[in-house]
Every structure is written in C-alpha cells, then in structure tokens.
C-alpha cells in the first residue's frame, strides 16, 4: 500500500510538472520578438568617365541619399582607379538620388528607381561651362543713345562688359 502511494504521487507530481512545462512553452510563443529576415538587397555599381574622352575619373564622391525615407542617412563611396564604386545594402524596390562630385567637373545627380537585383549606372561627367549672368549686357545701349541715358551726364563713357 506504501508503494502504491508513492507511485500515485510521483505521477501526479509528473504530471504537474509536464502541464507547466508545457504552459510555459505556450507563453514563450507569445513573448519576445518575431525574426523579420531583412529585405532583399540590389548589387549596385557604377561607373564614372570622363564626357570628353571616356577616361574613368578616380576618387570621385559617389553619394547614395535615399528618397522618401527619414532617418536612413546617406551612404558615400569613393571612385577607385577604374572610375567604379560599387554597393550592396540598398534595398530592391527603393529608390535613391546618386550624387557624383569630383575636382574640376560639374556635380552630377539624378534619382534612379533599384527594381532589380542588378544595377548599372554610367555617368559621364562634363567640365564645367563659362558662368552665365543676367547682367552680362553689351555696350549697345551706350553707342545708340549718342550720349544720352545712364553714365554719359559727365561727359564719361562707361565701362566696358565684363567678360
């Protein structure tokens, strides 16, 4: 009869112990952070030439700014020897602003959509162009007005446009 009683305990007791046991896997379910695996990402490279001759343009800024998305950054690489910059972090579906700058041609910036696993973007850099003014005028105001208008009161001529 004493050996009944133990068994009969030691089953109510393993029993016990496999409903919490098994309560407690429940609730560890329900706890904690869901893995969310991070979204698939493009292999982005691109090229910088040179417009005139083709001639990749070493060290050159290659800045990544992601549109429609606060808080992300940027992302910045340098050209190497073979005008390249290449990235693997920008997300398919996104779309960025690439921004070239580099000595001695104009900044380049144009907004590019990555809707594929792969992509390739040549840019070709200018020298930059003569500054245009508004107020860069010829002195053919001065010639027709024989004296009369702005500057000829004194009897001096005015100066000539700037070039």
């Known amino acids: 009869m004493l050996q ?3 068994l009969f305990k030691l ?20 706890r904690g952070r869901k ?16 417009d005139t001759n ?27 020897e073979e005008g390249k910059a290449i990235i693997d972090v920008i997300p398919i579906g996104d779309t960025v602003t690439l921004q070239v ?3 001695g041609f104009q900044t380049y910036g144009q907004d590019y959509k990555i809707n594929s696993d792969t992509k390739e973007i040549v840019v070709r850099l200018k020298r930059p162009a003569r500054q245009y003014s508004t107020y860069d005028h010829p002195a053919t ?7 009369q208008g702005s500057g000829s009161q004194s009897g001096q001529t005015p100066p000539p446009p700037k070039q």
């Not at 800024?61 to 992302?75: D, P, Q, R, T, Y």
């Open 11 to 30: 089953t109510i007791f393993s029993s016990v112990v496999v409903l919490c046991a098994a309560a407690h896997a429940q609730d560890a379910d329900k």
């Open 141 to 147: 105001s001065a010639s027709t007005n024989s004296g």
């Open 101 to 103: 700058i580099a000595n």
């Open 54 to 80: 083709g001639k990749p343009v070493e060290n050159a800024a290659v800045i990544f700014h992601m549109v429609g998305e606060e808080g992300k950054g940027n992302m910045e690489l340098k050209t190497n």
């Open 4 to 6: 009944l009683r133990r």
């Open 35 to 50: 893995y969310v695996p991070p979204p698939d990402t493009a292999h982005v490279s691109v090229a910088v030439i040179k």
